[in-house]
């Protein structure tokens, strides 16, 4: 799959998830060629309990416009760069910002 | 099969016999620790990623958190019946908290002081010992209008989960 094709799924995702969550103040990307990798910060989520970003995974729906399989994750925002990502992510320093609009 | 198919098939197969327990010859309890365990299986299946030869993480607040994330999925809300986002988030946020309890009813959250579906728990004020059979489980009464919605939601998930 494109890289493309996922960037514009991970927007898509991200702003669905802005507008399902107004609390959710910044979506973060993390490139793939296979799968959107999105991580949220919401304050409202419950703190995370063992160290590691841990996301829920949803399968490819091409029917509802979502060819790529994705793994999202809501994070409180002072989790943001201390929590071990998962094996593949990369890096915090790959998480690109989603802006609103995009 | 990968973890994800088997915490989701274990899903649905618990489901069918909660339904079976639906029933007034039998306890409430029954249902309640079968409620537990689904979403139990529900969340660590989504959890797992597909690819992932190991299995899911055992967390806190997993099924609270799946549904923190589910407000953000569009082909779920769809599938569930929803075409506003707003509508949405505010059914799912009005369960956000008997999402929580019922993740409390595992005995090991629970510990033998406090009511949980499974195992005979002491009231620390009374000194009273309970069985899961015996107690009414007031925060989970299934005429209360946010436990039936609660159920609903249970039902369409479990329907959806692939």
């Given at each position: 799959m494109a890289r493309e094709q996922v960037e514009r799924q991970a927007?898509?995702?991200?702003?669905?998830?802005?507008r399902a969550e107004p609390g959710i103040i910044k979506m973060y990307w993390f490139p793939d060629d296979e799968e959107v990798r999105l991580v949220g910060l919401l304050p409202s989520v419950p703190r995370t309990d063992n160290g590691?970003?841990?996301?829920?995974?949803?399968?490819?729906?091409?029917?509802?416009?979502?060819?790529?399989?994705?793994g999202i994750a809501l994070i409180r925002p002072d989790e943001f760069g201390k929590l071990e990502l998962p094996a593949g992510w990369g890096s915090w320093d790959d998480a690109v910002p989603l802006e609103e609009g995009e | 099969m990968n973890w994800r198919e088997a915490f989701i098939r274990q899903a649905k197969s618990e489901h069918a016999l909660l339904r079976r327990l639906d029933r007034?010859?039998?306890?409430?309890?029954?249902?309640?620790?079968?409620?537990?365990?689904?979403?139990?299986?529900?969340?660590?299946?989504?959890?797992?990623?597909?690819?992932?030869?190991?299995?899911?993480?055992?967390?806190?607040?997993?099924?609270?958190?799946?549904?923190?994330?589910?407000?953000?999925?569009?082909?779920?809300?769809?599938?569930?019946?929803?075409?506003?986002?707003?509508v949405f988030r505010a059914f799912i946020d009005s369960l956000l908290d008997l999402a929580d309890q019922?993740?409390?009813?595992?005995?090991?959250?629970?510990?033998?002081?406090?009511?949980?579906?499974?195992?005979?728990?002491?009231?620390?004020?009374t000194?009273?010992?309970?069985?899961?059979?015996?107690?009414?489980?007031?925060?989970?009464?299934?005429?209360?209008p946010r436990m039936i919605k609660f159920e609903r939601l249970l039902d369409a998930l479990v329907n959806i989960a692939t």
């Open positions: 927007k898509l995702l991200a702003l669905d998830n802005r590691s970003v841990q996301p829920y995974h949803f399968l490819a729906n091409p029917a509802a416009s979502l060819p790529a399989p994705s | 007034p010859d039998v306890e409430y309890s029954h249902r309640l620790h079968y409620i537990q365990m689904v979403t139990e299986k529900l969340a660590k299946g989504f959890r797992a990623n597909p690819s992932d030869p190991n299995p899911p993480p055992t967390t806190h607040h997993a099924l609270v958190r799946l549904l923190q994330t589910l407000k953000g999925r569009p082909e779920v809300r769809r599938q569930l019946g929803y075409s506003d986002a707003a019922v993740e409390q009813l595992v005995p090991g959250a629970a510990n033998t002081t406090q009511p949980n579906a499974e195992y005979p728990w002491r009231d620390p004020k000194g009273e010992v309970f069985a899961p059979i015996d107690y009414a489980f007031p925060l989970f009464d299934p005429r209360n």
